[in-house]
Every structure is written in C-alpha cells, then in structure tokens.
C-alpha cells in the first residue's frame, strides 16, 4: 500500500465514525449468507445521514471492503464514500487486494493514508493483510512505520487502528485468524505511554478488554454479524453496527458502538461458513 500523510483541520473534540466489514460483493444485489451486503452498507449510511453527530470529520474503513477482490466492487464503494462528501480512508483486511486497492480506492487521493495528523492527535492505518491467508501478519516494515510515526509524534496522543484482532476475542474458529504477531505489535506499544487505544475490525462483533492500559476494541460489521465465544462459525441476529470516536485534545477518548434497529434482510443462519 502506499504511505501517505493526511492532515486535517476541525473543532474539538475530533469525530471518527469506524466502520467495517462491508463484504462487498462482484455485482451489486447479490448476497452474502442471504444478505445484501451493500444495501446493508447502504442503510447503515442512510440512517447516519440524520444521525446528530452527522458528519464526521473523518470516516475510517478498517477492512474487509469487499468479499472477493473484484474490481467494481471496489469502485461501487468509492462511488458510495465520495458521495458522502465527508474525508474518508481506509486500510485492507484479509478479503482485500492491497493492490486493487490503490490502484481504484487510493488513485490520486489521500483515501488510503497511513498516519491522518489532526493535532495533537494521531491516527496510524496498518496494513495486516497477509498474502493468501484469512491470519493478519504485520510485516517488520509495518512495526517500523508504527514506531517511527509514533516517536515524530513525539508524545501527542495516537490512535492505532488495523484490520485483526491483536489478541483472542474467544471464538476458536476466530481466534485462529488473529494477527499472528500480536505479541510483537503489543510489546511495541509498551514503550509508547501516548497510544490511547487500537481499534480493528475482522470479528463482526464487539468486543473489548486492555493491553496494560491501553484500550483495544473491536467493531461490529456493516452487513452480518458472528456470535461472540462460538467455537465454530456461527451467525449473529444483531443488526449491523458502527463505532464513534470523539477524540478530546487532552488525550481522553469517548466512543460507542451503534447498531441498526434490525438484523439485516435475509440473513440465513444455515450458511456453514463464508
Ligand atoms: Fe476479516
């Protein structure tokens, strides 16, 4: 992916919406364990339009766009986030291309920038797609980018965001997809105080718990949702979600997860796996 710098200007507290997970299919209408995946992105949209934090300074997409890396799939999404007219990035997951990512998402644009610098605060985008694998992976490049936008940030407050869980979210089946070098990426943050959470996608739910002191938290999905502390794949009923994040100039962050008001059309609790 490309390494890009995004600066952006806007009243305190800074509002980040997260969301995930949108799966995407290779032509719209189609669906994905029964639901279509992008009308689902699209209601979830539709409803945040009249939403009181409307807009957002910034929207971020932590993965898993599209379902298959088809092309138009890809260009659909640009065409639903450009509408929106509010600054939007994002960053691959596992059902990703990186490549048709820049090539269609990120051309001429700041739509897949690593570190978005709103002072004082920081938001750093890791890539943790591992070529051919469902497993995140973040490469020895990744960790240095981290670590040296995090010493330029020179204490400010960082928010981390990246498509896999970093530790088990305690669905085995899940739990086998994680990032496979957690350990590492935590351990990196051991030495920076001035991260004040991570936030990921990947699990369709949410979850949450604390590495030392710093908060890591997980998303639900734009389209169907995983039942959490299944040991097999398992379809949730709950309707599909969202993540706010005020971030406050002294550090502090208030954020929750939002859901639509019903599970979305559809959905087919036969499916065996995705
Ligand atoms: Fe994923």
Redesign the pocket.
Known sequence: MKSTELRLEGEAPFRILQLS?CHLLERAGQTLMGVDTELSLREVLRHLLSHPLWPPELILLT??LVQDPFEDSYRRLRHIMDNLAVPWVCLP???DSPALMDAILCRHESHCARRILFPPWQLVCLDSHKENS?QGHLSRKELDFLAQSLTAGDGRPALIAL??PPVPVGSAWMDT?RLDNGEEFLALLSDFSQVKAVIF??VHQTFSTHHQSTPLWSVPSTCFQFKPHSETFALDSLPPGWRWLELHPDGKIETRVERLENPPAGLDFHSEGY
């Open positions: 997970d993965g898993d997951g596992n059902h469902h498509h896999h997809m996608g990947h």
